[in-house]
């Protein structure tokens, strides 16, 4: 039976507000690589601009439909109510649809009892591999990759964009265990360091360039090859891919929460936050922060950094978000979505429900109020990653490359840049917002009935890795264990 390979380019998806140029750029690429791989197996990869249910509606009427064949998404609400929609089609039109998981996050799961050993069972499974020959279907045209003008999206320049080719992805997973992941556990955290020391699979893994299977089956087999070896002749530790593998755990333990419940992209996973910032939300600090003018160094830098690499190392991901959420009391709703356009590996699954943990409105974790003047003197002691993304700062003193408003008129000078003009004065008391932050949440935690809420959340979402009271969570007038090191680390890859 010959089969039909169809991309659908939706316009009503690339409307939304969590979707960008650069996303569809490294789209294009993929799909360009993967139309000529299978004209190569004799049948074109055919391409069609609209939405779902029309199209398939059309091609029905033309050629017919025996069944569907599609990876399971969790997406954003609107590919939610896209997938209800094809689901009543096929069911009025009489055609199956065969839906497969492509990570580990589980359809309709009721308890997250057993789900890592879930996990590990699939990511087992054999990778298939692609047929050898594919039966051409007569008579349909195969169509062309549209651009970003076709879809209505605006410019996006991304300089530093990685590829959207399966090539691109192998070649970033070989250099990896070739010689990137030496330093890969201490190397994280900075972005001076992340850029070249993380696996950088996070992009290739959202838009599926390859599978989180190929990923961790490619882990796996260079652990034991490694294992062959004595530690000095490794090319990384074994260690480092242990913990590469554990991030690629909890990459799928977070989309988890959201195929679980999918209205963290709208809801605070703990009511009583919901309304917490509604008295906050100033555009123009909204604005400042979007565009790294906030007058602190770090976090300018981390933004423009995005906006030019379109990604960053987690660490300064959770501190960016930290900062608006609670220094600048910015509601998650308002800066998320400019952070999934600017994150090339923007994965739905996983933003919306990092989001909410790094503002503080799960319920269930611990507050992170980072410091931003210390994050940056912490990730980046001399200000090379400052200098290199803020050049209106690069003949300021070390002294003062992490609080140049410290500078008097004379060093100014000297550094050639005046803090209000060339850059601008912090756009608040860093310490005071902090104070004024933890004293909110701290009230909000007070309120009756907070922590019997929360530990319904813990049922639901929390991982089984450690018991349900751990961690991160801790009932009133109790005083929370200390989390691991890397408990906030999970997404590095």
């Not at 249910?53 to 609400?77: K, P």
């Not at 094809?86 to 789900?115: D, M, Y």
């Not at 076709?150 to 320049?157: A, E, F, I, N, R």
């Not at 907070?450 to 639901?460: G, L, N, S």
Request: overall charge positive; charged content about 25%; some cysteine.
């Amino acid at each position: 039976m010959p089969v039909l390979p169809l991309y659908m380019a939706e316009p009503g998806l690339w409307a939304q507000a969590d979707t960008s140029g650069r996303h569809w750029a490294f789209i294009r690429e993929g799909i360009t690589e993967l139309g000529d791989n299978l004209a190569n197996l004799g049948q074109p990869l055919v391409i069609r601009i609209g939405e779902a249910v029309e199209l398939l509606e059309r091609l029905h009427h033309r050629h017919g439909i025996t069944a569907l064949w599609s990876h399971e998404e969790t997406g954003n609400g609107w590919t939610y109510e896209r997938d209800v929609q094809v689901a009543v089609f096929c069911q009025t039109a009489s055609i199956p649809w065969h839906e497969f998981r492509q990570n580990g996050a589980i359809r309709r799961l009721k308890s997250r009892n057993r789900w890592a050993s879930r996990w590990n069972a699939f990511m087992g499974e054999t990778v298939l591999q692609p047929p050898e020959a594919l039966r051409p279907v007569e008579g349909i045209d195969a169509g062309s990759v549209p651009d970003a003008t076709d879809l209505g999206l605006k410019p996006d320049p991304c300089p530093g964009r990685q590829k959207g080719t399966k090539k691109q992805a192998l070649d970033d997973l070989s250099s990896f265990f070739a010689r990137r992941g030496k330093t890969y556990q201490r190397a994280m955290s900075s972005p001076v360091t992340g850029f070249d020391a993380c696996s950088r699979m996070s992009a290739h893994l959202a838009w599926g360039t390859l599978s989180m299977r190929e990923v961790v089956q490619t882990a796996s087999r260079m652990r034991d090859q490694f294992l062959g070896h004595p530690p000095q002749e490794r090319p990384i530790p074994i260690r480092a891919i242990d913990a590469m593998t554990a991030r690629l755990h909890w990459h799928c333990h977070f989309i988890q929460k959201m195929e679980t419940e999918p209205q963290l992209e709208f809801r605070t996973l703990h009511p009583y936050y919901d309304d917490a910032r509604s008295d906050g939300n100033d555009p123009a600090r909204l604005e400042a922060w979007s565009k790294g003018q906030t007058g602190f160094p770090m976090v300018d830098a981390c933004m423009r950094a995005l906006h030019a690499t379109g990604w960053m190392n987690f660490r300064m991901r959770a501190m960016l978000m930290a900062f608006a959420s609670y220094h600048l009391w910015l509601d998650w709703r308002l800066t998320a979505p400019v952070l999934a356009r600017v994150f090339t590996d923007y994965e739905p699954g996983i933003h919306w429900s990092q989001s909410q943990m790094q503002s503080g409105t799960t319920g269930i974790n611990t507050p992170r109020i980072y410091n931003p003047v210390k994050q940056g003197q912490d990730q980046d002691p001399n200000g090379v990653f400052i200098r290199r993304w803020l050049p209106e700062l690069a003949g300021v003193a070390d002294t003062f490359i992490h609080e140049p408003w410290r500078m008097d008129n004379s060093a100014q000078a000297d550094a050639g840049c005046r803090i209000g003009s060339a850059y601008p004065e912090p756009i608040i008391d860093h310490k005071q917002a902090a104070r004024a932050a933890k004293g909110r949440i701290s009230e909000i935690r007070r309120r009756k009935g907070y922590w019997e809420i929360a530990q319904d959340i813990v049922e639901r979402h929390a991982s089984r890795k450690r018991p349900a009271r751990g961690a991160d969570w801790a009932p009133r007038k109790r005083t929370a264990k200390k989390e691991p090191a890397n408990a906030q680390l999970a997404l590095d890859i």
